[in-house]
């Protein structure tokens, strides 16, 4: 297993670039099953949530070319609907969108129980509610869940509680349904606006994708032939974000859309962060040459503040001046990573949905464990901040979602080892 040796200190400073969005292209790999010939998708972030997703297509039969570390071509002409085993299944969240485009494609799917970072209960009601709509029976056995038609109808699907997730597999099964779907109180994340612009590169009519009204209307077939990019990733610019006001560097984050990072970009001015727009919309700049100042900051789905970015912003908080306060209203629980950030010398107390964040004056290098993705990326940020040598281990949680983050934050002038020892 390997971990992070970090040594602290070092005000970030550099330009970094951004990948491909992870959300993004977990639900567009899984989407190419709908398409009876090829397409090319580019700008593909080389984690390894996304070598699952190619390894559940390959279980499928899909035959897929490697051109590059970030772009593959795609050709499920000839797939066979096989079960997608649990023991892949439950590795990540994503996997349950091979239920929507197993289902959409063969009317009938079979896919292991999803996993992914813990967060507390993870429903799916909203998903199997949606699947049923449209005329599917679920049923689940063995760890694995079967959906299937005699035929997909659209219909109308009012979601109880805003959802990235069911948002996007009801687009996945409606796509070739006849008639029109509507998906009302819809997620409106950036990575399902992204699905929706892919789909519709590749024949699908998808309308309204990015608002909380999204209208699929049925067609017969996904063409294919074209090349997508996927968008770049909201959440790891914004992680570059957070990691540099903290270190008190001055970073420019490029490849990015500054639009999607607003409620980011608001909270860092708020507390006294330099946060400069480029003229174009894809880069930003962030600086910071003072202590920051305490806020209050409640998650909520786009375009409110992401659940994915409060742990790294709990970091920042934590050197802060004054009491801080974060409200997780997204996830039952997301605060496994206040203890490890206590063990740097953090204060964070945790009242049921609400961390309570008093700032101190600096953190102090130790070892500490990511309990998942963005956890594990507010433990790099507090490392790198810290004074003295900070040692993280469970960072295969870290890979799962960001692409080259060792190289990039050394290239920032972070001082981070690998090491493979225990
Ligand atoms: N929910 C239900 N019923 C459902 C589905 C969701 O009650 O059928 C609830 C959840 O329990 C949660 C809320 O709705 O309280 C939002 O869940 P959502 O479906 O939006 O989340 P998700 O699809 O499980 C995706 C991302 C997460 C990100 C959330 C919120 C992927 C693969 N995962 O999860 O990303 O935190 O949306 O934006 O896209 C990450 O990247 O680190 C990550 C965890």
């Known amino acids: 297993m390997e971990n992070f040796i970090i040594e602290g200190g070092v005000p970030l400073r550099g330009t970094v670039s951004i990948s491909g969005a992870k959300n993004a292209a977990v639900a567009i790999l899984p989407a190419a099953i709908l398409i009876k010939g090829k397409c090319r998708i580019e700008n593909i972030p080389n984690i390894s949530d996304i070598l699952l997703c190619y390894d559940i297509l390959n279980i499928l039969g899909a035959k897929i ?19 997608v085993p649990t023991d892949i299944a439950r590795k990540f969240r994503a996997s349950y969108y091979f239920i929507g485009s197993l289902l959409g494609r063969f009317k009938d799917a079979s896919v292991g129980f999803p996993g992914g970072c813990n967060f507390g209960s993870r429903p799916i009601d ?26 997909l109808t659209g219909n109308s699907i009012y979601l109880d ?69 996927i968008m770049p990733d909201q959440l790891e610019a914004g992680t570059f974000m957070v990691a540099a006001a903290a270190s008190k560097g001055d970073v420019l984050i490029t490849n990015c859309i500054t639009k999607h990072l607003d409620s980011i970009s608001a909270k860092l001015v708020e507390i006294g962060v330099n946060v ?50 974060i409200n997780e209203s997204v996830f039952d629980s997301r605060f496994q990573y206040a ?31 990511a309990c998942d993705l963005r956890a594990g990326a507010a433990l790099m940020i507090a490392g790198l901040i810290a004074e003295g040598t900070t040692k993280i281990d469970g960072v295969e949680h870290i890979y799962r ?22």
């Not at 772009?71 to 079960?83: F, G, K, L, P, R």
């Open 65 to 83: 070319t490697h051109i590059s570390k970030n772009e593959v071509e795609i050709d499920c002409t000839d797939i066979h609907n096989d079960v």
């Open 161 to 229: 509680v805003v959802t990235v997730g069911a948002t996007i597999n009801i687009m996945l099964t409606a796509v070739l349904a006849e008639g029109t779907t509507v998906i009302e109180n819809a997620a409106r994340e950036p990575h399902v606006v992204d699905l929706a612009n892919f789909l519709n590169t590749m024949g699908a009519n998808i309308k309204g994708a990015g608002t909380d009204v999204i209208k699929i209307y049925g067609v017969s077939e996904l063409h294919g032939g074209s090349t997508y990019s």
């Open 339 to 369: 203890d490890e950030l206590n063990k740097l010398g953090a204060k964070i107390k945790v009242d049921g949905k609400i961390a309570v964040i008093e700032g101190v004056n600096s953190l102090i290098g130790g070892q500490v464990s």
């Open 276 to 325: 400069e727009e480029g003229e174009s919309g894809d880069s930003i700049r962030v600086s910071c040459n003072r202590r920051t100042t305490k806020t209050s900051i409640k998650t909520l789905p786009y375009p409110g503040f992401p659940t994915d970015m409060h742990p790294q912003m709990a970091v920042l908080l934590s050197v802060s001046e004054g009491i801080s306060y």
């Open 126 to 151: 909203q998903h199997i509610k949606g699947f049923e709509l449209l005329g599917s029976n679920v049923s689940t056995e063995g760890g694995v869940i079967h959906a299937s038609a005699e035929k």
């Open 401 to 422: 979602g960001y692409e080259n983050i060792v190289n990039k934050f050394q290239d920032l002038g972070g001082k981070i080892i690998v090491s493979s020892n225990q």
